[in-house]
T-cell receptor, first 112, second 117 residues
């Protein structure tokens, strides 16, 4: 059974820092990996999707990498801002039927 | 495009009552799914559908029914609500090219907060 782990559960950093959020998964036979952002009381917004054949994806200040063989992904946030404060969830798809297995998320707080 | 819409936003039920959570998408996505989100448990898949007329169970299907009569709609039915079903429910959809194993970004609705007393 696929398990997705995100550690730590919470992170607090000062504004301007570059930071890395980690995600690990137990079964390397994945179709893709997605990083989501969730604001309090809101739904999930997809940030980046990496197909299994890709190594990384970039969008603005965000860069996500994927190492399937080691079962790891990282989300890099450059020059963090208070508006980046949210919970970041990692999810993997392990079948062509698009079922996602989620980690429990990392709650990020960026202090002004 | 409205994306993925869910109704209602909030609902309070008494134990034993039934209700249907509505989900609709206007992106012509084949794949739709329902998740529940609970503190400390993360998001867990309840049911999913790979196209109209096709549904299957996820990780936590007990107590829930689904059907998919159209591409756009994927309602979730609680037959006899229990306090353990108090949760936030999210519907999601994506384009999925099953034959090629290609799956696209999943889009989530805003959620329904359900309390069962």
């Amino acid at each position: 059974k696929q398990e997705v782990t995100q550690i730590p559960a919470a992170l607090s950093v000062p504004e301007g820092e570059n930071l890395v959020l980690n995600c690990s998964f137990t079964d390397s036979a994945i179709y893709n990996l997605q990083w989501f952002r969730q604001d309090p009381g809101k739904g999930l917004t997809s940030l980046l999707l990496i197909q299994s054949s890709q190594r990384e994806q970039t969008s603005g200040r965000l860069n996500a990498s994927l190492d399937k063989s080691s079962g790891r992904s990282t989300l890099y946030i450059a020059a963090s801002q208070p508006g980046d404060s949210a919970t970041y969830l990692c999810a993997v798809s392990t079948g062509a039927n698009s079922k996602l297995t989620f980690g429990k998320g990392i709650t990020l707080s960026v202090r002004p | 495009n409205a994306g993925v819409t869910q109704t209602p936003k909030f609902q309070v039920l008494k134990t034993g009552q039934s209700m249907t959570l509505q989900c609709a998408q206007d992106m012509n996505h084949e794949y739709m799914s329902w998740y529940r989100q609970d503190p400390g448990m993360g998001l867990r898949l309840i049911h999913y559908s790979v196209g109209a007329g096709i549904t299957d169970q996820g990780e936590v299907p007990n107590g829930y029914n689904v059907s998919r009569s159209t591409t756009e709609d994927f309602p979730l039915r609680l037959l006899s609500a229990a306090p353990s079903q108090t949760s936030v429910y999210f519907c999601a959809s994506s384009y999925s090219q099953l034959a090629g194993g290609f799956t696209d970004t999943q889009y989530f609705g805003p959620g329904t907060r359900l309390t069962v007393l």
